[in-house]
Antibody
Framework: VQLVESGGGLVKPGGSLRLSCAASGFTFSDYYMTWIRQAPGKGLERVSYISSSGTYTYYSDSVKGRFTISRDNVKNSLYLQMNSLRPEDTAVYYC????????????WGQGTLVTVST | QSALTQPRSVSGSPGQSVTISCTGTSSDVGAYNYVSWFQQHPGKAPKLMIYDVTKRPSGVPDRFSGSKSGNTASLTISGLQDEDEADYYCCSYAGSYTGVFGTGTKVTVL
């Protein structure tokens, strides 16, 4: 199992960024996927998840209305479109696979850093 | 949802045992047997160590064990080793496919 994030970088407040997560080594379309972030020196926060088919999505209150999660089961890829970015969105963003039979996250990517600053 | 409460730090000498607590409420830890624990070394991604309160994924040493009583879950590391020095986070299901992470605990091997 391998998850590789990309798309992070420096963006100004109010700007947009699209994160990608390329999955391999498992049947991507069988699993829920999630984005989890970690602000510098802080703890973990689950930002969003998406069901295996893409039908169901969830967003934390802190990003609802600004972020959109999506997936492409043909390309084995997960995405996070981030709009109206704020300085408090600065964090390492991890994509993770949701365990097949439990509420847990059994594989994580290496993370991609998003910095929102002037 | 408020973050689950963990001690900021715990420490022990090599070979000793340490236990990290994770205190939630009757709506999360106390309601479901879906508590997991993650280990994070500096600059690295978290790694799943325990799920469903007590289960260990393949490859995780059996010196890591989990338990739960009421609204508090615990992770015990027996026979502490240098490579166990890391940050540890608990996580619990809280219903409606939502969950909450703990505040994190730094484990120091003396």
């Amino acid at each position: 199992v391998q998850l590789v994030e990309s798309g992070g970088g420096l963006v100004k407040p109010g700007g947009s960024l699209r994160l990608s997560c390329a999955a391999s080594g498992f049947t991507f379309s069988d699993y829920y996927m999630t984005w989890i972030r970690q602000a510098p020196g802080k703890g973990l926060e689950r930002v969003s998840y998406i069901s295996s088919s893409g039908t169901y999505t969830y967003y934390s209150d802190s990003v609802k209305g600004r972020f959109t999660i999506s997936r492409d089961n043909v390309k084995n890829s997960l995405y996070l479109q981030m709009n109206s970015l704020r300085p408090e969105d600065t964090a390492v963003y991890y994509c993770a696979r949701v365990h097949a039979s439990s509420y847990s996250f059994d594989y994580w990517g290496q993370g991609t850093l998003v910095t929102v600053s002037t | 949802q408020s973050a689950l409460t963990q001690p900021r730090s715990v420490s022990g000498s090599p070979g000793q045992s340490v236990t990290i607590s994770c205190t939630g409420t009757s709506s999360d830890v106390g309601a479901y047997n879906y508590v997991s624990w993650f280990q994070q070394h500096p600059g690295k991604a978290p790694k799943l160590m325990i799920y469903d309160v007590t289960k260990r994924p393949s490859g995780v040493p059996d010196r890591f064990s989990g338990s739960k009583s009421g609204n508090t879950a615990s992770l015990t590391i027996s026979g502490l080793q240098d490579e166990d020095e890391a940050d540890y986070y608990c996580c619990s299901y809280a219903g409606s496919y939502t969950g909450v992470f703990g505040t994190g605990t730094k484990v120091t091997v003396l």
